[in-house]
T-cell receptor, first 113, second 113 residues
Framework: EAGVTQFPSHSVIEKGQTVTLRCDPISGHDNLYWYRRVMGKEIKFLLH????????ESGMPNNRFLAERTGGTYSTLKVQPAELEDSGVYFCASSQDRVTRAFFGQGTRLTVV | KQEVTQIPAALSVPEGENLVLNCSFT??????LQWFRQDPGKGLTSLLL?????REQTSGRLNASLDKSSGRSTLYIAASQPGDSATYLC????????????FGQGTTLQVKP
């Protein structure tokens, strides 16, 4: 069974540009989460989808971040325009329900220069 | 607001030693607690998950305990090996069952041959 897959693994962009991160969850997992770890800080929750619906987006930093999960399958996280402080590792996770074990992807390392 | 703290931030031990990693959380109203392992450039691998009603979980050389009333968990690694070198993260799931994990900053372990 394939795990959670994230694309790209690394991305280096200039300040002001747009970047889109993609997450393919484990097939059949309705719950999809985005997390982020910035340098020197703990991993922090960004948002939670149940199927195609945003269940909780309380962790989204600002309106430059837009997450979608059309059709309830894969998800994208777009940062537009990117700022220097957006640099970090973005993780995606999925689970069958809210209380069972979540499986994490390998992360996307985003560097904004 | 739930806060998770891990001590120490880094640990270096010789191969063969038994060691304990600590995790504390401020709000005892949790649903479960997980210990994760992260290797450099890799995703998070769930090692052990302890439900709030449980006191401990064991997997091979790993044993995790949970004292919910005092807001503490420990991860015990027996007979450490160089392959155990990684960052270990503790995360709690709140009892509101939102699916959102709150992470500690992690303990980076180095086991020297």
């Amino acid at each position: 069974e394939a795990g959670v897959t994230q694309f790209p693994s690394h991305s280096v962009i200039e300040k002001g540009q747009t970047v889109t991160l993609r997450c393919d969850p484990i097939s059949g997992h309705d719950n999809l989460y985005w997390y982020r770890r910035v340098m020197g800080k703990e991993i922090k929750f960004l948002l939670h989808f149940v199927k195609e619906s945003k269940q909780d987006e309380s962790g989204m930093p600002n309106n430059r971040f837009l997450a979608e999960r059309t059709g309830g399958t894969y998800s994208t996280l777009k940062v537009q325009p990117a700022e220097l402080e957006d640099s970090g590792v973005y993780f995606c996770a999925s689970s069958q329900d809210r209380v069972t074990r979540a499986f994490f992807g390998q992360g996307t390392r985003l560097t904004v220069v | 607001k739930q806060e998770v703290t891990q001590i120490p931030a880094a640990l270096s031990v010789p191969e063969g030693e038994n060691l304990v990693l600590n995790c504390s959380f401020t709000d005892s109203a949790i649903y479960n607690l997980q210990w994760f392992r992260q290797d450099p450039g890799k995703g998070l691998t769930s090692l052990l998950l302890i439900q709030s009603s449980q006191r401990e979980q064991t997997s091979g050389r790993l044993n995790a305990s949970l004292d919910k009333s005092s807001g503490r968990s420990t991860l015990y690694i027996a007979a450490s090996q160089p392959g155990d070198s990684a960052t270990y993260l503790c995360a709690v799931l709140g009892s509101s069952n939102t699916g959102k994990l709150i992470f500690g900053q992690g303990t980076t372990l180095q086991v020297k041959p």
